[in-house]
């Protein structure tokens, strides 16, 4: 049996071990490089095993197109792993390259089901596996490894009541892709 085939998008110098990765930069440590905001990607359709975009889908254009063309070049059943910065925290307004912010319903729009499913602002769709907030960061102060706590057992609630008193840093969103 072969090892699954990984694309690691946006990978700049920190490609994982034994992926695929595309990037803009030609100084990345990218395999093929390649404008994201430009679609179609050069790999055929139904390609990747799993797919890993780490802080990237902040800064591309259009959240939409990423999402169909990451889509498309996925196979069915395929894992997608997405890192994004926490809508209220300092980190995700301070990069001026970034042009989308992202909170725990931001997915909501691919996944059958949810609230937001039915606007149907694409055909491509997902299942939701989880989303975790500061997932495999360090805690460092007992008041973190709380409130870190506390927001992953009621998303909503801190989202919606605490995110703007004591903003987390990021999401991590794992995706199943349905075809």
Known sequence: MSSPLILDVGC???KRAETVGIDINPRS????IHDLNVTPYPFPENHFDEIVCDNV????????KVMEELHRIAKPQARMTIIVPFYSHRNANTDPTHKHFFGVHSFDY???G???SGFRY??????????????GLPAGHWFDKVLRSFANRRKDFYEN???N???????TFELKVVK
């Open 122 to 135: 694409s055909e491509s769709r997902y299942e939701l596996l989880s989303v975790e907030f500061e997932r």
């Open 57 to 64: 889908l902040e800064h591309l254009d259009d959240v939409v």
């Open 114 to 116: 949810t609230a937001n």
């Open 110 to 112: 691919f996944i059958e």
């Open 12 to 14: 700049g110098l920190r």
């Open 29 to 32: 440590n990218a395999d093929v």
């Open 161 to 163: 009541r605490l995110a």
């Open 165 to 171: 008193i004591f903003p987390l840093r990021n999401l």
